[in-house]
Nanobody
Framework: VQLQASGGGLVQAGGSLRLSCAAS????????MGWFRQAPGKEREFVAA????????HIADSVKGRFTTSRDNAKNAIYLQMNSLKPEDTAVYYC????????????????????WGRGTQVTVSS
């Protein structure tokens, strides 16, 4: 699976960004897709995940109420809508894929995702 994330940039606190991740190489609807982020000096952190058919979404508590995620199986893509951004959201954001439907307890574990995109930088200024 090849993944390409895009949509990062520089935004002021309180602003919004929408990240996209395009996938190719596998039947997309069966993939579990994840969003993770890593800030300088910190460990990679779970942000959101979407399991395949039937679709379920999972959002980290740290961004719940501000971030939403969705998938478009026709376009082989997932999206991360980020609203009310805070300086602490500054990080490199990655999309990841697991070739199958993960159990709910596993979606937050970066170690179970086999494929990773290159990441896109999100910088939130105060």
């Amino acid at each position: 699976v090849q993944l390409q994330a895009s949509g990062g940039g520089l935004v002021q606190a309180g602003g919004s960004l929408r990240l996209s991740c395009a996938a190719s190489g596998r039947p997309f609807s069966y993939l579990t897709m994840g969003w993770f982020r890593q800030a300088p000096g910190k460990e990679r952190e779970f942000v959101a995940a979407l399991r395949g058919t039937p679709v379920t979404t999972h959002i980290a508590d740290s961004v719940k109420g501000r971030f939403t995620t969705s998938r478009d199986n026709a376009k082989n893509a997932i999206y991360l809508q980020m609203n009310s951004l805070k300086p602490e959201d500054t990080a490199v954001y990655y999309c990841a894929a697991h070739p199958g439907r993960l159990v709910v307890s596993a979606v937050r574990n970066s170690g179970v995702y086999d494929y990773w995109g290159r990441g896109t930088q999100v910088t939130v200024s105060s």
